[in-house]
Structure formats: C-alpha cells, structure tokens
C-alpha cells in the first residue's frame, strides 16, 4: 500500500459505523480477454464494442482504492465511503486473476484485508490462477489474519474444460464457493456432484 492508509481493526469500524450496509461494484481494473464458450456473449464486451471502445484493453481503473476511501464530511467523516458489513461484487467489468492485473493484485488484496468487514464476491473464468495469485496472508482455510474475502465463483462451463471446477476452483480455500449456469440442466448438475 502506499503508506497513508491506516489500517483499523474490522470490529472497531463495525462498532463506529452506523450507516446500513450496501451492495456496490469494485471495479479496480478493467477488460479481459475471452478464454471459453462461456465468454462467448460477454456483456461487458457487447456493452464496449457498441460505444467504440476496446474490451481487451486491461487496465487499472480510477476506482482502483474505492473499499478503503474515507469520507472526508458528514456526520460519519472518517469512516470508510463503503459501510461496514457492505457486500462488494469485484472485477465485473474484468477478472480478477487476470493475467494482466498481476502487478496490482497484491494492492488490491491488500485493500480487501483491511476491509475485512465487509464481503467481496468475484466471478472468475480463469480458476487454473487461483492458487498462483492468493495473497501470503491466506492460510488453508480461506481466511487471512482479518478474515477479508468470502466468495469465488467460477461460471458453469458447458465446453470440454469444464473438469476445471474440480481441478481448481473447488480446492480453492475460499470461505464460499458458487457456480453460476443460466439455464442450469440436470446433466449438469451431475458432472459437478
């Protein structure tokens, strides 16, 4: 981190935050490139190609510190802009374990530490980097000294690589796991039990 964060203890924020909590969107960097048939109707790619812009530009965004901004006025000047117990959907418009977020994803582990009040939910398509890109902090059970993140999930792959739910994303040490399949179909259901 840069030095001028000031780290809290996650139970002292709880206690000093009154504010309800909320849902948001943690984008810290931006585009990705397609890896399956399941990236095939990427709606972040739909949404860039019709406005000119290029998806498979990867970069850092200017919310890239948004879990550890304070509020600089009101009543809850000090406290963190995201409440306690928010929960923080991440990298919607990229993936997390993208291969060219490498040199940022420490920072941003970093930032979910110290926001371990809260819950950071990810999608990722790339569960083969889990384990290569988790912070020193995680210990075996998914949980790092401040218990930071909750849930991964890795979408239903209906392609010949699907056997890398088994192969990497359930052995991964997060606290929850989801895999999500629009339409799911009982065939489905059985390659993954």
């Known amino acids: ?25 943690w984008n810290p960097w931006y585009g990705c490139h397609k890896v399956s048939a399941v990236c095939d109707n990427c709606y972040m790619f739909a949404r860039d190609l019709s406005y000119g812009m290029d998806p498979r530009q990867v970069h850092r965004t200017g919310n890239y510190n948004l879990p550890v901004r304070r509020l600089r006025s009101s009543p809850h000047k000090g406290n963190y802009k995201t409440p306690s117990v928010s929960h923080i959907y991440t990298c919607f418009t990229s993936v997390f374990f993208h291969p060219a977020a490498d040199s940022w994803r420490e920072e941003a582990w970093e930032m979910m530490r110290e926001r ?11 569960p083969e980097r889990i384990a290569a890109c988790l912070p020193s902090s995680f210990s075996s059970d998914g949980r790092t000294q401040n218990e930071s993140w909750s849930h991964i999930s890795d979408p239903l792959d209906p392609s010949p690589n699907a056997n890398r739910i088994h192969r990497y994303f359930m052995p991964t040490p997060a606290t929850n796991r989801t895999i999500p399949s629009n339409p799911i179909t009982i065939p489905r259901i059985k390659m993954i039990l």
Do not use: W
């Open 1 to 25: 981190m840069n030095g001028q964060l000031s780290f809290i203890n996650a139970a002292e924020e709880k206690l000093n935050d009154s504010r309800p909590p909320e849902t948001i969107i």
């Open 116 to 126: 371990s009040d809260c819950t950071f939910f990810m999608i990722t398509k790339r």
